[in-house]
Structure formats: structure tokens, C-alpha cells
T-cell receptor, first 110, second 115 residues
Framework: GENVEQHPSTLSVQEGDSAVIKCTYSDSASNYFPWYKQELGKGPQLIIDIRSNVGEKKDQRIAVTLNKTAKHFSLHITETQPEDSAVYFCAPSGYSTLTFGKGTMLLVSP | DAGVIQSPRHEVTEMGQEVTLRCKPISGHDYLFWYRQTMMRGLELLIYFNNNVPIDDSGMPEDRFSAKMPNASFSTLKIQPSEPRDSAVYFC?????????????FGQGTRLTVV
């Protein structure tokens, strides 16, 4: 099965700073690389995803970069805001189910 | 669509009692997933269905756990008998295609406490 690791497990930044979360995976057959955001008391929600034929994707303040050779992909958040505070999960997959990382708690201080 | 709907939102029960969690997926979604979330183990996939048929239940921890999907708009996860170590947040999710290649939509979760 897929082994997924996320780093760091917690990340504290000041409002306006950038944040980067890295996800490494083991299965070379993985071809779909999403990031989910989970706010307190809610279920995870997809915020951005990328497929294996693309190296980078950007959506306003968030971006995802993929390095298939090294088997890792990263979430980049620029100009962080307090409402970005949440737990972020990567979930690389190639089959019918998502394998979630352990999560990164991002705290954005005003 | 109102999204994936789970009930109840919170459940407190005594050890040994039967617990039933309910889920209504998004209309038209062919895949339904049950996850369990704990601090120690993170988000674990318990079981998933495709067109109401269970495909993979290898994540179901014990025979005390069972899941059904009698029709396309309803699924249940049952724990009988419940134990304190079953305390967790249980999420139901649905997706249009296989969850490995498309967005999975999660419900708000059911927080289960077994005392």
C-alpha cells in the first residue's frame, strides 16, 4: 500500500508570510495528488489537486508543485491569512481510494 | 445539493451498546466511503462502496463493525458491541468517480464517544 508522510506536522506563521507543506509518497503508480483542508468541526474539503502530467498548478494564493521522480509534492500558500488556519492533508492516489497523510496543523497569527 | 449528510452529529453511548451511524451521499455519486479519524491514527479508510456494492472492507477493524448500503441514497455503519477504543470521529464521503482520481466530498462527521 501507499506510505504517505507529511512535513511539518505543525507550522506557525505570521499573517502575510508564506507557508509550504511537503508530502512524500511511496507508490510510483500514484497519478493524482490532492490537498484537503479541514477546519475545526468539519470534514476535509478539497482545495487544490494536480495530476501526474502537470508539474505545477496555481489557484490564487495557493499552488501545488509535483516532483514525480522524487515522489513528493508540496502545497504553497502565499500571503497567509488567519482564515487559512486549519489542518491540511495530502492524499496521493492511483486507484479507487485516497490515502491521507497524518496532516499539518497551520496556525496563522494576526 | 445539500452535500453529504451524516447523522447524528454527536453520539455518546455506553460500552456494549449498539451504535448506528447514518449517511446520505450526494445524489448521482457512485462511490461512498466511510473513514475514521483519531489523533493517533489520522484518517483511516474503513470501507467503500461502488454502486451500493461493498468493494473493499479491509479497513474495518473487527467483526464488531459492519456497513450496509441498501440503496444509492443511504448507508449505515454499525458497531455492535461498542467499546471505548471506538471513540473517534466517523466521516462519510462520496464521489462521482473512484475517489482516487476525483474529488471526494465529506460530510460533517459523527463524533462518537463510548464510555
Amino acid at each position: 500500500g501507499e506510505n504517505v508522510e507529511q512535513h511539518p506536522s505543525t507550522l506557525s506563521v505570521q499573517e502575510g508570510d508564506s507557508a509550504v507543506i511537503k508530502c512524500t509518497y511511496s507508490d510510483s503508480a500514484s497519478n493524482y495528488f490532492p490537498w484537503y483542508k479541514q477546519e475545526l468541526g468539519k470534514g476535509p474539503q478539497l482545495i487544490i489537486d494536480i495530476r501526474s502530467n502537470v508539474g505545477e498548478k496555481k489557484d490564487q494564493r495557493i499552488a501545488v508543485t509535483l516532483n514525480k521522480t522524487a515522489k513528493h509534492f508540496s502545497l504553497h500558500i502565499t500571503e497567509t491569512q488567519p482564515e487559512d488556519s486549519a489542518v491540511y492533508f495530502c492524499a496521493p492516489s492511483g486507484y479507487s481510494t485516497l490515502t491521507f497523510g497524518k496532516g499539518t496543523m497551520l496556525l496563522v497569527s494576526p | 445539493d445539500a452535500g453529504v449528510i451524516q447523522s447524528p452529529r454527536h453520539e455518546v453511548t455506553e460500552m456494549g451498546q449498539e451504535v448506528t451511524l447514518r449517511c446520505k451521499p450526494i445524489s448521482g455519486h457512485d462511490y461512498l466511503f466511510w473513514y475514521r479519524q483519531t489523533m493517533m491514527r489520522g484518517l483511516e479508510l474503513l470501507i467503500y462502496f461502488n454502486n451500493n456494492v461493498p468493494i473493499d472492507d479491509s479497513g474495518m477493524p473487527e467483526d464488531r463493525f459492519s456497513a450496509k448500503m441498501p440503496n444509492a441514497s443511504f448507508s449505515t455503519l454499525k458497531i455492535q458491541p461498542s467499546e471505548p477504543r471506538d471513540s473517534a470521529v466517523y466521516f462519510c464521503a462520496s464521489s462521482l468517480l473512484g475517489g482516487g482520481n476525483t474529488e471526494a466530498f465529506f460530510g460533517q462527521g459523527t463524533r462518537l464517544t463510548v464510555v
